[in-house]
């Protein structure tokens, strides 16, 4: 499935850009953020952000999605994990791995789920009611926005 090729490509395409950004400017941030189409991280606080919301964001809604009857789904606060999580102080090498790891799990998850649970349903923020299919188009449009941040 397309869909699961692009989830799994995410993590590479993530450090072909990370690998552009010398050790000394992986905390740096502009100073203006017009134009820029994702949310205002660091390279290595967009790192550290795609893990959080993997992990403790999309994974935790995938699992109630499709054990819950139409959960109510937590939107999560990424500048508070970022403070929370002390991203600047974060290891690159081992937010990337962590973050494959993560990324690697979720698809075989998704990969696991019959035909039929594509069309579960949970309540999500502004977005109202969505299917599992749509929360997972929402985590690859959430990788989008972060590949076109770190450009």
Known sequence: MPLFTTLLAMPDRFQQLLDQVPDDHLNWEPANWAGIPSERFSALGHLCHLLDIETQGYQ???VRTLTETLPELASLDGYQLAQD??????NPAVQLGRFRAARSETVERLQALPASAWARRARYGNYGEITLDGLVRLLVSHDHQHLAGMQ
């Open 85 to 90: 999580n002390d991203y600047p102080q974060q």
């Open 60 to 62: 935790v809604r995938f």
